[in-house]
């Protein structure tokens, strides 16, 4: 448990004393409660005495004088320093689902749940669509490395900032976190456009996974008969493209 209690110490500073021993309780809770994690269950858990009153645990999640990107920022901090002192700082993102219940949650949406999606079939759900930034992290025990999730953004149904504006925000956030550090980046193709500019004057750079068969085509050409087209001639892929290169080289 002193372990415990000293990786919550490094929060105390996002908080005031009365809202550090709130999210102590609700934290700790969180973690020992089974089943649901609401704040209810949460509270029986943590608090099952009644030393604090019910709706307080509510005021502090709904009104608390503390902002999440502090304590995204402290726990950032706490995770490079833990997993990657030095070196390149490795860096994953990409937008997921979070299956939620319920209409009145905040943000509420129903998306496209890539998890259970296939090419041929497309699966909705309701939950909120929240774009991630991780720490990839190789654990002790060995195996597969891990995503460790250092920040997080909810993307609305009809918001007027996309996910790739949402992630690009938050590496620039980070990069302020850890100055000095070179980031690496590595997400999807949906994700490219991040290798035009860079969160200056911190370093990061993006490794984007690009489609399988990128197929790229030239603008349709007019002046025939018949129904005009609406793609040109197909161009080479990158590949191809690279290896003319080398050729003329």
Known sequence: MNAWTVLLARTRTVFCAPSFALFTDLLTGWVLTPGRHTITAMI?????????????????????????????RSLTVHAVSRFAPTGVVELLCDDTLH??????????????DAVRSTVKRVVYALGLNLVVVTLRVQPPWGGTPIA???????H??????????HAA?????????????????????????????????????????????????????????????????????????????????
């Open 44 to 72: 029986t858990v943590a608090d099952p005495a009644g030393y604090r009153a019910h709706a307080a645990y509510h005021r502090f999640v709904r009104d608390g004088a503390w902002t999440m990107s502090a304590l995204w």
């Open 99 to 112: 299956h939620k219940s319920g209409w009145h949650v905040e943000g509420v949406g129903v998306v496209r």
């Open 148 to 154: 460790l999730p250092i920040k997080a953004r909810l």
């Open 156 to 165: 609305r149904k009809k918001d007027a900032t996309t996910t790739v504006a």
């Open 169 to 249: 925000a938050m590496i620039s956030e980070i990069a302020g976190w850890l100055p000095g550090r070179e980031l690496h980046l590595c997400a999807d193709g949906a994700y490219a456009t991040l290798a035009g500019p860079r969160p200056a004057p911190h370093t990061a750079d993006l490794a984007d996974a690009p489609r399988r068969r990128p197929v790229r085509t030239a603008p349709p050409r007019s002046g025939k008969r018949g129904r005009p087209r609406l793609k040109g001639d197909r161009l080479p892929t990158p590949v191809e493209l690279a290896a003319q290169t080398s050729k003329r080289d």
